[in-house]
């Protein structure tokens, strides 16, 4: 029996590692029961522990990425990982809104606002506050960890931070770097709602790109239809499995029956 599943696009950075950037969230896809398409924004140098250099794409290379995929492929949800600056951000998701295909009526656009990588590198030191607001506005969701969170508000606090963010859409915050509370998250749903998420998994240990992970996670769940509470749920009980998959910084990706048997074995 044939199964369609939904088109999911990713444009995000390529890491060799295949732990974080467009790799990692097509695995993300696929393991979550949707084909993932992938656009390249960057091109880095790195490992699970190392990294040395990033190369960009400009904004013409990943639309022209973008427009080879949608001749022949629909898709409705987007998440957008690193990039190189906002400006560059802002008008990668107007030309894509500009040029969406008529079948998609409203895309929705996921982003990962990938400040930092977790070998140290920072990307993204000064942020621009108004523009930030107008990114907002154009996204359905945006998904910080608590570092992230406290350099794109103004405020000393990652939660006023992240229902600041808020106001202009929905804000998954992701607390795997919380001091108080490693490991819960918190949506705040645009019409003013709170939601916390737990790690479901009893053994967890670092992965490199957890993040991406668990932000594909939900759009794939998004893009199978769930409302965006579940997605939310189930995503956070993928990236819980996968954080305990192994003890290395590199996560499998496996579902929790996968998991399950596999330690039978």
């Given at each position: 029996?044939?199964?369609?599943?939904?088109?999911?696009?990713?444009?995000?950075?390529?890491?060799?590692?295949?732990?974080?950037?467009?790799?990692?969230?097509?695995?993300?896809?696929?393991?979550?029961?949707?084909?993932?398409?992938?656009?390249?924004?960057?091109?880095?140098?790195?490992?699970?522990?190392?990294?040395?250099?990033?190369?960009?794409?400009?904004?013409?290379?990943?639309?022209?990425?973008?427009?080879?995929?949608?001749?022949?492929?629909?898709?409705?949800?987007?998440?957008?990982?690193?990039?190189?600056?906002?400006?560059?951000?802002?008008?990668?998701?107007?030309?894509?809104?500009?040029?969406?295909?008529?079948?998609?009526?409203?895309?929705?656009?996921?982003?990962?606002?990938?400040?930092?990588?977790?070998?140290?590198?920072?990307?993204?030191?000064?942020?621009?506050?108004?523009?930030?607001?107008?990114?907002?506005?154009?996204?359905y969701l945006i998904t910080p960890n608590?570092?992230?969170?406290?350099?794109?508000?103004?405020?000393?606090?990652?939660?006023?931070?992240?229902?600041?963010?808020?106001?202009?859409?929905?804000?998954?915050?992701?607390?795997?770097?919380?001091?108080?509370?490693?490991?819960?998250?918190?949506?705040?749903?645009?019409?003013?709602?709170?939601?916390?998420?737990?790690?479901?998994?009893?053994?967890?240990?670092?992965?490199?790109?957890?993040?991406?992970?668990?932000?594909?996670?939900?759009?794939?769940?998004?893009?199978?239809?769930?409302?965006?509470?579940?997605?939310?749920?189930?995503?956070?009980?993928?990236?819980?499995?996968?954080?305990?998959?192994?003890?290395?910084?590199?996560?499998?990706?496996?579902?929790?029956?996968?998991?399950?048997?596999?330690?039978?074995?």
């Amino acid at each position: 029996m044939n199964i369609v599943r939904p088109y999911v696009l990713s444009i995000a950075g390529f890491d060799p590692s295949a732990g974080a950037g467009v790799l990692a969230d097509i695995k993300t896809f696929e393991n979550n029961e949707t084909y993932g398409l992938g656009a390249i924004s960057a091109l880095t140098y790195q490992n699970d522990i190392a990294f040395e250099k990033v190369e960009w794409m400009s904004l013409s290379q990943i639309i022209k990425q973008i427009g080879v995929l949608q001749k022949r492929f629909y898709f409705e949800y987007i998440k957008i990982g690193l990039v190189q600056n906002l400006e560059l951000l802002y008008q990668l998701i107007i030309r894509i809104k500009t040029n969406r295909q008529p079948e998609i009526a409203n895309l929705k656009f996921i982003w990962d606002p990938i400040l930092k990588a977790s070998a140290g590198f920072e990307f993204h030191n000064h942020i621009n506050k108004e523009l930030l607001e107008d990114i907002c506005k154009q996204l359905y969701l945006i998904t910080p960890n608590v570092p992230e969170a406290l350099q794109l508000g103004g405020y000393n606090n990652a939660e006023q931070n992240a229902a600041y963010l808020g106001k202009f859409c929905n804000v998954y915050l992701k607390g795997g770097h919380s001091e108080a509370a490693i490991g819960k998250d918190t949506l705040f749903t645009r019409d003013g709602n709170q939601f916390v998420f737990n790690n479901e998994a009893d053994s967890i240990s670092p992965k490199h790109g957890s993040g991406c992970v668990l932000s594909s996670a939900i759009t794939a769940n998004l893009a199978k239809g769930m409302n965006l509470e579940n997605a939310c749920l189930e995503a956070k009980k993928y990236v819980s499995t996968f954080l305990a998959s192994n003890c290395s910084l590199l996560g499998y990706h496996k579902t929790e029956t996968q998991l399950s048997e596999s330690k039978k074995e």
